[in-house]
């Protein structure tokens, strides 16, 4: 089970993957921060680019913040970089 640090960016016109900075994912979300909307989307994205089911993932911290924590069963941390990183 891996852990990784994302910040978002909501209300984005290009949704998705931006970067990998300071050991924090940059991911664009199109959805505002407004009733868990961002959040949802944000475990989508990851769920599709990892390949596994987005209600597998948890939101561990960061439910009201653009800095999060997601965890990820069942795929190495080596593996979520390489799928990250290709997306």
């Known amino acids: 089970m891996a852990e990784i640090n994302v910040r978002v960016k909501t209300r984005s016109s290009r949704p998705g993957i931006l ?3 300071e050991g924090v994912w940059q991911i664009a ?6 009733g868990g909307r961002a959040n949802k989307e944000l475990l989508k994205i ?3 680019t990892v390949r596994i089911a987005p209600s ?3 939101l561990v ?3 009201k ?3 999060k924590r997601v965890r990820i069963p069942g795929v190495s941390p080596e593996r979520i970089a390489e799928l990250l990183s290709n997306a």
């Open 65 to 67: 913040s653009r800095d």
């Open 46 to 48: 990851l769920g599709k």
């Open 61 to 63: 911290s960061g439910q």
């Open 56 to 58: 597998t993932l948890e």
């Open 29 to 34: 979300l199109a959805s505002p921060p407004e």
């Open 19 to 21: 970067e990998f900075k």
